[in-house]
């Protein structure tokens, strides 16, 4: 069955090859917008796109009546999986409290303790909630189990809900290890690698020697080196309490992405800068501004990182400790209100940039051949993603993807 979605006011395409292409100060010719288009599809992927004057005929037609529309956003950065309640750690730090990764291991309690079922319906809504707000493709991590039976029970039900699924058994020491952290990690990259590999596409390790819950660079080291030989790809939560080796070992290990990136010195900055060599094999620095907002820390610079030619990716690091928020939305007003991007670079990172983060070809974009993933807008212009910040004006086309 095809569809024709057309009476679409403003087209977000991220591709400046498509005919009918516009380019004006707020509108760069990446952005690939449309004015007066349409976009056929069929089984699921775009069959066409362009003004919609030129359009062909389909089966049904879908009239938008001049709202704007842009891909699908692409949350490359959750933690979905969990029970429990983290609202009154939240009080606390904005009374000053500091963040140091020591409240997962509530979360790693309320979720062993929590059924199947219980994980499931939690899941399900937040995913919901998701595309409620535009996001078409999430990134699932497990980390709130870290034992080997509820890793596996993570990634299983992650995997009911999206192919990206990572597992990240690294993302503390779990209480029962406090004093074994060697055994934890022999762990991690023994029975619970070889039991949780099936299910993953990606391994993540916090990297975070300023915490004595994550884990310092010889131990990320191993656990990533261990997952690679596994045969899954790499992701790195790196530089988020303070400098560290997160960017550096990303790099070295070609990483698909280096995540929060808020503490970064020059050379993580050079070294990312030589990492955009293509969209198969950059180490792309992800941002997450919900994170800052959440917890009083400082904005990374995403200005600096863009002039200097870094490929940056916007995500939500929905969780329920640091940022109990799924909108993307609210990542791309907070990316232009307080890290200097501008509302054309935010929504591209916040899609191609975040596809590219995933290693994704075929999303964060609307191009012939790649998933027919559209969010509508209630606003006639993408600008108005970062114009109107709390408003639920984006929402995910339903067209049978």
């Given at each position: 069955?095809?569809f024709?979605?057309?009476?679409?006011?403003?087209?977000?395409?991220?591709?400046?090859?498509?005919?009918?292409?516009?380019?004006?100060?707020?509108?760069?010719?990446?952005?690939?917008?449309?004015?007066?288009?349409?976009?056929?599809?069929?089984?699921g992927?775009?069959?066409?796109?362009?003004?919609?004057?030129?359009?062909?005929?389909?089966?049904w037609?879908?009239?938008?009546?001049?709202?704007?529309v842009v891909?699908?956003?692409?949350?490359?950065?959750?933690?979905?999986?969990?029970?429990?309640?983290?609202?009154?750690?939240?009080?606390?730090?904005?009374?000053?409290?500091?963040?140091?990764?020591g409240?997962?291991?509530?979360s790693?309690?309320?979720?062993?303790?929590?059924?199947?079922?219980?994980?499931?319906?939690?899941?399900?809504?937040?995913?919901?909630?998701?595309?409620?707000?535009?996001?078409?493709?999430?990134?699932?991590?497990s980390?709130?189990?870290?034992?080997?039976?509820?890793e596996?029970?993570?990634?299983?039900?992650?995997r009911?809900?999206?192919?990206?699924?990572?597992?990240?058994?690294?993302?503390?020491?779990?209480?029962?290890?406090?004093?074994?952290?060697?055994?934890?990690?022999?762990?991690?990259?023994?029975?619970?690698?070889?039991a949780?590999?099936?299910?993953?596409?990606?391994?993540?390790?916090?990297c975070?020697?300023?915490?004595?819950?994550?884990?310092?660079e010889?131990?990320?080291?191993?656990?990533l080196?261990a997952?690679?030989d596994?045969?899954?790809e790499?992701?790195?939560?790196?530089?988020q309490?303070?400098?560290?080796?997160?960017?550096?070992?990303?790099?070295?290990?070609?990483?698909?992405?280096?995540?929060h990136?808020?503490f970064?010195?020059?050379?993580?900055?050079?070294?990312l800068?030589?990492?955009?060599?293509?969209?198969?094999?950059s180490?792309?620095?992800?941002?997450?501004p919900?994170?800052?907002?959440?917890?009083?820390?400082?904005?990374?610079?995403?200005?600096?990182?863009?002039?200097?030619?870094?490929?940056?990716?916007?995500?939500?690091?929905?969780?329920?400790?640091?940022?109990?928020?799924?909108?993307?939305?609210?990542?791309?007003a907070?990316?232009?209100?307080?890290?200097?991007?501008?509302?054309?670079?935010?929504?591209?990172?916040?899609?191609?940039?975040?596809?590219?983060?995933l290693?994704?070809?075929?999303?964060?974009?609307?191009?012939?051949?790649?998933?027919?993933?559209?969010t509508?807008?209630?606003?006639?212009?993408?600008?108005?993603?970062?114009y109107?910040?709390?408003?639920?004006?984006?929402?995910?086309?339903?067209?049978?993807?």
């Open positions: 069955m095809s024709l979605v057309t009476g679409i006011g403003e087209l977000v395409t991220n591709d400046p090859d498509i005919a009918g292409v516009i380019e004006e100060d707020l509108y760069p010719a990446h952005l690939g917008v449309v004015r007066d288009a349409a976009v056929a599809v069929q089984d992927r775009v069959a066409w796109v362009g003004p919609a004057c030129d359009a062909p005929a389909a089966d037609r879908v009239d938008l009546e001049g709202r704007a891909p699908g956003f692409v949350d490359s950065h959750s933690h979905l999986v969990f029970a429990g309640d983290r609202s009154a750690e939240f009080a606390a730090r904005l009374t000053g409290a500091a963040y140091d990764g409240g997962i291991a509530v790693v309690a309320a979720t062993r303790a929590a059924t199947d079922d219980e994980l499931r319906r939690l899941l399900a809504r937040r995913v919901d909630e998701m595309r409620a707000q535009g996001t078409t493709t999430v990134e699932v991590k980390g709130y189990g870290l034992s080997v039976a509820d596996v029970r993570s990634l299983r039900l992650a009911e809900v999206t192919g990206e699924v990572t597992f990240l058994g690294a993302h503390v020491v779990p209480p029962e290890f406090a004093d074994a952290r060697a055994d934890y990690v022999a762990l991690v990259v023994g029975e619970m690698l070889t949780c590999a099936p299910l993953a596409r990606w391994i993540d390790v916090f975070e020697p300023n915490s004595t819950h994550a884990f310092d010889q131990e990320s080291r191993a656990i080196t997952g690679r596994a045969g899954l790499l992701r790195v939560h790196g530089n309490l303070g400098p560290g080796p997160g960017v550096a070992l990303a790099v070295e290990l070609a990483a698909a992405s280096v995540d990136c808020t970064l010195s020059q050379a993580d900055v050079d070294s800068v030589g990492a955009n060599r293509g969209v198969g094999d180490t792309v620095a992800t941002l997450l919900g994170v800052e907002f959440c917890t009083r820390s400082p904005y990374p610079d995403a200005r600096a990182l863009l002039d200097a030619g870094v490929a940056v990716a916007l995500a939500s690091d929905c969780n329920p400790g640091t940022c109990y928020s799924s909108s993307m939305p609210l990542a791309i907070l990316a232009v209100r307080e890290m200097g991007m501008t509302p054309a670079e935010a929504l591209s990172a916040a899609t191609l940039g975040s596809a590219r983060a290693r994704r070809p075929d999303v964060g974009r609307v191009a012939v051949g790649g998933r027919a993933d559209l509508a807008l209630e606003a006639p212009s993408y600008l108005h993603l970062a109107r910040p709390g408003v639920p004006i984006a929402r995910a086309l339903d067209l049978g993807v």
